[in-house]
């Protein structure tokens, strides 16, 4: 377990910065704050439960949209949950697909007990064991601008784990409404009258 100086926000923060029509699917918890704390942008799916699942569903946008660049906003928890993932991923590797992983080595939701990252399980080693072609761990503030540079810029699948502080930050929460959040996010995507289809 490290100690690390990374904030949470201020990392989601800056990699959202100039996003243009950036698609992003964050996950459980944690990382659909840290979303919402930047806005409420109708290019955003928050999910609110499907633990594990947060990098599958962005699977499932990168392939279905393969001119669009996908984000992915996760935790350590989530991902760890959802490994399964990352060799599906890393067989399919969808160039426009991005996964970052906010990595505190504690499971958030349920009391701060460490995850297995706290303890030495590199999740970066293993999705590059699982055929991705750009996968890093980041330390320090200098190596996030070149991050969002590569969300945006780079034409292969890429995960980068972002080692972050333990921090208490205040509740900004999404709308909790499914339907909603699905519609939002389905109009924005592919116009108003997608709705209807």
């Known amino acids: 377990m490290g100690e690390y100086s990374l904030q949470r926000r201020v990392v989601v923060k800056q990699l ?4 243009e029509d950036l698609l992003v699917i964050s996950g459980l918890g944690a990382s659909s704050w840290d979303l919402a704390a930047t806005g409420n942008n109708h290019l955003d799916f928050p999910l609110w439960g499907a633990m594990g ?3 599958l569903v962005g699977l499932g ?3 279905a ?3 669009r660049k996908v984000l992915v906003l996760t935790g350590d928890g989530e991902q760890l949950l959802g490994l399964g993932s990352l060799a599906t991923i890393g067989v399919l590797k969808p160039k426009n697909l991005r996964i970052v992983v906010l990595d505190n080595e504690r499971y958030g939701e349920t009391g701060q007990q460490q995850t297995h990252t706290a303890n030495g399980v590199d999740l970066a080693a ?14 320090i503030t ?8 590569e969300i945006h810029q780079s034409e292969e699948l890429l995960i980068a784990v972002v080692k972050i502080a333990l921090t208490t930050d205040p509740l ?5 409404d499914g339907a909603y959040l699905k519609h939002r996010f389905r109009e924005a995507l592919l116009g108003p009258e997608s709705i209807f289809e």
């Open 16 to 19: 959202l910065e100039s996003r």
């Open 53 to 55: 699942g947060a990098a």
């Open 65 to 67: 949209q393969p001119d």
């Open 126 to 139: 293993i999705a590059r064991g699982c055929g991705f072609p750009n996968a890093k761990t980041i330390y």
């Open 61 to 63: 946008l990168a392939l």
């Open 172 to 176: 900004v929460l999404p709308p909790r």
């Open 142 to 149: 200098e190596e996030i601008d070149a991050l969002r540079k």
